[in-house]
């Protein structure tokens, strides 16, 4: 059902011509990726370029770094497109959304970007240290697709404080020593900045899944 | 099963990238044994790509790119695929990145004896501040007190060891800064090895390094 909702494909370059990001429900970018893993399907892979080529280049600027520059942006989206593309079969739908995944590929590719620039030679590289294709062990990540959507809610009402840490820490690469340098903050206060949030997040996710046996019948434990 | 866990900044910090790769080398060996760890890790990933998502527009993305890519994709798939490595068999329980870092296999290793119950033996670096080691523990009673300046991170690989403040099992992560000492004894009759990062000593560069580093090196032992 899914893959019909989309495969009356567009052509590819109405899909590169486009300024505005194709919206879409996560279902369908996942679809787009099933495409690409069983088809090799460059249509599907053009809206996963045009929709997260952006984010990418983005992420690659942000980066707080005397590295970072347009340059090492658009080597940084060639690099993660092209992971995409050659690892495709190892996106699991049911396991995880494509932007988590995708942002974990650009994680790693900054990382190991950062590390040929500061010409540092390692018998490892970032996919060894951060794995990203591989089968994931626990089965408790099972949830994660439904838990992502809420995130993404729950991550918009948070107040800008934490929401600006959340970005120094993500995707400006900043350790948390580092933001509280620079921000002139202590470090306590950086951690709690984080931690509230994360609390949010978990108390907003606890009560969704309410459904915990023995936890006491609550009026929101409706299933949908 | 495991009671000893990265605290909350140590997973953030590794899930965004911002961990150097010898500490991500021990936070990813805890997951390897932690599905608790691996769920959190997990969650804090789709934090990352909500703020990833949401990040203000940059400068459009060339799309001639696009095209660039196609093209280093065709001239790449002519290469053949990527081999599977071997595998040393007494490791093959071993997380994939501590293989990696012993291709001639963990007996091959250059074990130096430090004491009558420790065995070290140090690991290629991966990064300029941090050493990285495998301790060796026998069994049959404390092994020797060891100190160490800085902060050094321990992660059990195989068997246990206890010491004052508890018993640490496989996959057991551990913390300890300077000063704090421990004397660990072996539980049960079957040897403990624990993966080690800990800060290196100091080292001068330049003129004065050949005086000083002797002196460090003397710190470092006592
Ligand atoms: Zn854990």
Same mark, same amino acid.
């Given at each position: ?95 995880? @959304?494509?932007? /988590?995944?995708?942002? &974990? =590929?650009? *994680?790693?590719?900054? %990382? ?44 918009? @009402?948070?107040? /800008?404080?934490?929401? &600006? =840490?959340? *970005?120094?820490?993500? %995707? ?53 | ?222």
């Amino acid at each position: 059902m899914l893959l019909e909702n989309i495969t009356g494909s567009t052509p590819v370059l109405q899909w590169l011509s486009m300024d505005q990001k194709p919206e879409k429900p996560k279902d369908e970018w996942a679809a787009l990726m099933l495409r690409i893993a069983q088809h090799r399907d460059e249509e599907a892979f053009s809206q996963i370029f045009s929709h997260f080529g952006p984010k990418i280049k983005a992420y690659g600027l942000s980066l707080n770094s005397m590295h970072t520059s347009p340059e090492m942006a658009d080597e940084l989206v060639q690099e993660v497109m092209i992971k995409v593309w050659e690892k495709a079969r190892y996106f699991k739908p049911e396991k995880a @959304n494509v932007s /988590t995944w995708v942002f &974990a =590929i650009a *994680r790693n590719c900054r %990382i190991d970007y950062l590390r040929k620039m500061k010409r540092i030679t390692s018998p490892l590289t970032a996919d060894d240290l951060w794995p990203v294709f591989e089968e994931p062990v626990p089965e408790d990540l099972a949830d994660l697709d439904k838990s992502g959507q809420q995130i993404e809610k729950i991550v918009d @009402n948070l107040p /800008t404080e934490q929401v &600006a =840490i959340l *970005r120094e820490v993500y %995707i400006e690469g900043k350790t948390h020593a580092e933001v509280a340098r620079q921000t002139g903050l202590p470090l306590g206060t950086v951690k709690s900045r984080l931690r509230l949030a994360m609390e949010k997040l978990r108390v907003n996710l606890v009560i969704d899944d309410a459904e915990v046996p023995g936890s006491s019948q609550s009026t929101q434990s409706t299933t949908n | 099963m495991n009671h000893h866990h990265p605290d909350s900044q140590w997973l953030t910090e590794y899930v965004a990238g911002t961990l150097s790769d010898s500490q991500a080398l021990c936070v990813s060996t805890h997951l390897s044994y932690c599905s608790d760890c691996g769920a959190e890790v997990a969650e804090l990933g789709a934090v990352g790509s909500v703020v990833f998502e949401n990040q203000p527009p940059s400068a459009p993305v060339d799309q001639k790119l696009f095209a660039q890519i196609m093209q280093k994709i065709e001239g790449r798939e002519m290469q053949s695929q990527d081999q599977s490595e071997p595998v040393h068999s007494p490791l093959v329980t071993m997380p994939p990145a501590i293989r990696k870092l012993m291709p001639d296999g963990m007996d091959n290793l250059p074990w130096k004896k430090l004491g009558k119950r420790i065995r070290i033996a140090t690991l290629d670096r991966l990064d300029e501040e941090r050493e990285v080691a495998l301790h060796k523990l026998m069994p049959g009673g404390a092994v020797a007190n060891h100190d160490h300046h800085g902060q050094e991170i321990t992660v059990v690989l195989c068997g246990s060891f206890s010491d004052q403040d508890g018993v640490y099992r496989a996959g057991d992560f551990i913390v300890r800064d300077t000063g704090d000492t421990h004397r660990p004894t072996v539980n049960n009759d079957e040897e403990c090895i624990c993966l080690s990062v800990s800060d290196a000593p100091v080292k001068f560069t330049g003129v004065l390094a050949r005086l000083l580093n002797p002196l460090v090196a003397y710190q470092h032992k006592h």
